[in-house]
């Protein structure tokens, strides 16, 4: 559906997608070829499987792109028809720039006091990119907070666009949704640790806990309401617990 959705994009300046397969056990990068030639993508796949995770094969995915304007999306979301027409146009004014992603966010995000622009969703000039070498490969998610954060702290500009939206595609069994979100949560407080000398980060980190319980006490009576209640307690509750498990040096992130 990614392809698809790149394919279909309107007026948009030329572009090369780069597919990198990090490690895939099946037909995905065969299939990924026969799509985008169907399609009539200018598109690149290549195999990257030293190292796995997003951090590794986003950084691989770039020492192929011959452009000073970066994009970055993930295989299982599907991009809006306008999406690398605006993340081209907003990085114009901007290093960084991100847009729209559905279900849930509709503004530019701020985390621990830095605006932050997940990477499946990512526009970056490569001077930008380069200069901040890359996303961290030692964190196994959390490596789009960690380099959003190093961005605001060297001074770089985020941007927004309004209409490059993405629709992100999420885990059907709540076990699948409890472990996605707990990684997010761990991984999350593993970075804040990481800065956590910088500013007043460590209060920021301990006030988000703070209010991610209360939240949770306070939506307890509503979970018989509804299944789509029922996940969206199940995603904070997996990103609490998450946090809590980070700040130990005992925790489990995989």
């Not at 192929?64 to 993340?87: H, Q």
């Not at 969206?232 to 980070?246: E, F, M, R």
Request: net charge positive; with cysteine; glycine share 8%.
């Amino acid at each position: 559906d990614q392809l698809r959705s790149l394919a279909s994009q309107k007026a948009a300046p030329p572009f090369e997608v780069v597919v990198v397969d990090n490690g895939s056990t099946d037909e995905t990068a065969r299939l990924a070829v026969v799509e985008a030639t169907r399609f009539g993508l200018s598109c690149k796949v290549v195999s990257e499987a030293e190292k796995t995770g997003p951090a590794y094969a986003r950084n691989r995915g770039v020492r192929y792109a011959g452009t000073d304007r970066l994009l970055f999306c993930d295989a299982d979301d599907r991009v809006g028809e306008t999406w690398v027409r605006e993340l081209v146009a907003a990085l114009e004014a901007a290093d960084l720039a991100g847009g729209p992603i559905s279900p849930g966010q509709v503004q530019l995000r701020r985390m621990f006091g830095a605006p932050f622009i997940p990477s499946c969703s990512l526009g970056v000039t490569k001077e930008a990119f380069e200069s901040l070498e890359g996303f961290d490969e030692s964190l196994v998610v959390a490596e789009d907070l960690d380099f959003c954060l190093r961005a605001h702290a060297h001074g770089f500009r985020f941007g927004y666009a309004s209409d490059a939206s993405i629709e992100r595609g999420e885990r059907e069994g709540l076990l699948s949704l409890w472990q996605q979100n707990y990684r997010y949560g761990f991984w999350g407080q593993r970075v804040a640790m990481k800065h956590a000398s910088e500013s007043d980060l460590e209060r920021r980190v301990r006030t988000r806990v703070l209010h991610q319980a209360l939240w949770l006490f306070s939506r307890l009576p509503s979970l018989a309401m509804s299944p789509a209640r029922r996940r969206i307690w199940a995603k904070q509750a997996a990103l609490l617990v998450g946090s809590v498990a980070g700040r130990s040096t005992r925790g489990i992130g995989r």
